[in-house]
């Protein structure tokens, strides 16, 4: 399934702006919406079913939203669907779930065990072509979206003969498969049947059981913590962390598999659920160190009830949710996008932060939407933070100044699942997306996305792309101060300077993802000093020691393609700075004339998606 990526976004996601379908959800009498715990709203965007609600009529919701979702990309609907314990469908009438943008389906119970459904929950290519003989069917813009907490039982009953042992989970960045298992089938990372295997750019899985897996057109992966079956291949960067049944990687790069047997620091999303009362919970798993497997019969950690949040909505000041913060709540928040025009500050040590349904965070006036203080044990989960038209320092800050506060390494302010946005729905301007100066810092997953795509007004025409580089403005993606810094899949795109600025010592990164920006307009606009264009991933000059296990940095100057840049990766030469299985490679447009520090050919456009692969640096005698 290994092929070369076309023009990836801007030329074909502008044919779907303004397609999303004006279909409101029918609801069930006995699927609540608005649910109440208390005197506690979820909102009007979270739905929780029961197991006694009839099976056609949880499916008629669940399709009307995602014929509303399913081009939605840029839109600011967001839903939560949570399933009660107990089961869901039938072997005669399974509930076969797809699930477009900013949706959530996750089970309410303690244990994946409890909520199973029997049929499918999956995700297709989009057809984003008008022409029937062209209709570019591709899984490359399928961001955004959910899924944890469940069994599914495969079940294709009534589906065309090429879906109907295969769960289709066809996704690229920004979407999180967490703590579910497959079973009676085979789990599929593309979709083969819709205009035949096309591309794909995902992806994450963490906590899972996975049947026989197949990676099919998946150009990049994570799997971490998580029993597989079997893996079927691999196209560029896949790469497996504490996952019993991962394949072996003594081949690489041919396969490009990078296997670790153990996860250098882990822990796993907090979770809302149901008790053995009837009550609403969330659980908060408890950090590891060099863990393997699922979590799933681990009882370290907090359990926290419900009313110990303050569950937030939209529209909601800042001003009030700070003061819950302040008083010693934690804090939810309810699907929706929050204009946010003054730091939400978190201050306190172990206090959670967690977003249902893609709760969108953004910033107003320049604002930093979330400050997160010098302390231990925060953790952020669930949510995404979008720039505004007026330029922020920084989108989301992990502490002050590096060296000042009180970290643990037991303990480590954790982000899971923290996306980030410069553009795309509207124009976006920011300094610095995410900003990391405490130590101990544990970032599990994260698309940090500069857009080369959206309703901003992205053209494939040079103006509008060079007036794109001018306003939709984001210098650096992640910048990672502190020390003992932790990062498993850390994806990030497009940044007008470095992509990814790593200073702290000793960090760690276990699977990174980059593509440069698109749209420099000439090469003098991608300088850095006198050399040419900046490396995708920078290890500061001044560290002694970090580790990267495989990381790709991708490009694609469509601007411009007589763009340069010198080195996919740029790092000081010391012993105790290693890159294991790392790799450059062209998408039809620009050179990066180096994989790391001058060592690797060029990947030009002689070698259009074929990556160019440096095995160790410094390289093992």
């Keep these: 399934m290994t092929r070369p990526r076309p023009i990836r976004r801007a030329a074909t996601v502008a044919l779907t702006l303004g397609l999303a379908l004006s279909i409101a959800p029918t609801l069930p009498a006995s699927a609540h919406t608005g649910w109440t715990a208390g005197a506690q709203s979820l909102g009007p965007n979270v739905t929780v079913f029961d197991p006694s609600t009839p099976v056609s009529q949880i499916q008629a919701t669940l399709d009307a939203t995602y014929a509303k979702q399913v081009d939605n990309e840029m839109g600011t609907a967001r839903y939560a669907y949570l399933f009660k314990p107990g089961t869901y469908g039938t072997a005669e009438q399974p509930l076969q779930i797809k699930v477009g943008y900013y949706t959530e389906i996750s089970g309410l119970g303690a244990n994946p065990g409890d909520v199973v459904i029997n049929g499918k929950v999956e995700a297709y290519n989009r057809c984003l072509g008008s022409d029937p003989a062209n209709p570019n069917c591709i899984a490359l813009v399928n961001f955004w979206r959910t899924l944890s907490n469940l069994t599914v039982n495969i079940n294709g009953a009534g589906q065309d003969g090429c879906r109907q042992t295969a769960n289709f989970w066809a996704v690229s960045q920004a979407v999180s498969l967490r703590r579910t298992q497959f079973n009676g089938g085979t789990l599929s990372l593309m979709d083969y049947c819709t205009a035949g295997p096309q591309y794909a750019s995902g992806g994450f899985i963490a906590d899972s059981k996975l049947p026989a897996t197949t990676n099919g057109s998946q150009q990049q992966w994570l799997t971490r913590n998580s029993e597989v079956q079997s893996w079927s291949n691999a196209v560029w960067n896949q790469v497996f962390a504490g996952v019993t049944g991962a394949p072996d990687d003594a081949a690489f790069p041919d396969p490009p598999y990078t296997t670790l047997a153990t996860t250098p620091v882990s822990r796993e999303k907090p979770f809302l659920f149901v008790d053995a009362k009837g009550k609403y919970q969330v659980r908060?798993?408890?950090?590891?160190?060099?863990?393997?497997?699922?979590?799933?019969?681990?009882?370290?950690?907090?359990?926290?009830?419900?009313?110990?949040?303050?569950?937030?909505k939209p529209g909601d000041s800042v001003a009030k949710i700070?003061?819950?913060?302040?008083?010693?709540r934690h804090l939810l928040l309810t699907p929706g996008v929050y204009d946010i025009a003054q730091s939400i500050r978190v201050f306190r040590p172990n206090t959670v932060v967690l977003g249902l349904g893609h709760a969108t965070l953004t910033a107003v006036n320049g604002s930093i939407p979330l400050d997160v203080a010098d302390v231990p044990g925060v953790i952020v989960a669930g949510v995404t933070i979008d720039a505004g038209t007026k330029e922020s320092p920084v989108l989301l800050r992990v502490g002050r100044q590096h060296g000042f506060g009180y970290s643990s390494a037991s303990n480590p302010t954790t982000l899971n699942d923290v996306y980030f946005r410069?553009?795309?729905?509207?124009?976006?301007?920011?300094?610095?997306?995410?900003?990391?100066?405490?130590?101990?810092?544990?970032?599990?997953?994260?698309?940090?996305?500069?857009?080369?795509?959206?309703?901003?007004?992205?053209?494939?025409?040079?103006?509008?792309?060079?007036?794109?580089?001018?306003?939709?403005?984001?210098?650096?993606?992640?910048?990672?101060?502190?020390?003992?810094?932790?990062?498993?899949g850390l994806f990030v795109e497009h940044f007008q300077k470095y992509n990814t600025v790593w200073n702290g010592e000793r960090g760690t990164t276990v699977l990174y993802q980059n593509e440069l920006p698109y749209d420099p307009p000439t090469q003098a606009d991608w300088m850095n000093g006198k050399v040419q264009g900046y490396a995708g991933y920078k290890v500061g000059n001044k560290v002694k020691k970090h580790q990267l296990y495989g990381g790709g940095v991708y490009v694609f100057n469509q601007n411009n393609p007589s763009i340069r840049t010198t080195n996919g990766f740029e790092v000081p030469?010391?012993?105790?700075?290693?890159?294991?299985?790392?790799?450059?490679?062209?998408?039809?447009?620009?050179?990066?004339?180096?994989?790391v520090n001058g060592v690797g050919e060029a990947a030009d456009m002689t070698k259009v998606g074929q990556p160019v692969f440096v095995v160790d640096y410094p390289a093992v005698p």
């Design 322 to 328: 700070n003061l819950q913060l302040a008083l010693g």
């Design 284 to 312: 908060v798993p408890a950090a590891k160190r060099n863990s393997t497997g699922s979590s799933w019969d681990d009882t370290s950690g907090r359990t926290l009830p419900l009313s110990d949040f303050y569950v937030a």
């Design 573 to 595: 030469q010391t012993p105790g700075v290693k890159l294991h299985h790392i790799m450059t490679v062209n998408l039809s447009a620009g050179v990066v004339d180096h994989v």
């Design 422 to 488: 410069v553009g795309g729905p509207h124009i976006g301007k920011t300094n610095i997306a995410l900003e990391v100066n405490s130590d101990d810092v544990l970032i599990d997953h994260t698309w940090v996305w500069r857009g080369d795509h959206g309703v901003e007004g992205f053209t494939n025409g040079v103006n509008g792309d060079t007036d794109r580089w001018r306003t939709n403005t984001g210098r650096y993606g992640a910048v990672i101060n502190g020390d003992d810094v932790t990062a498993t």
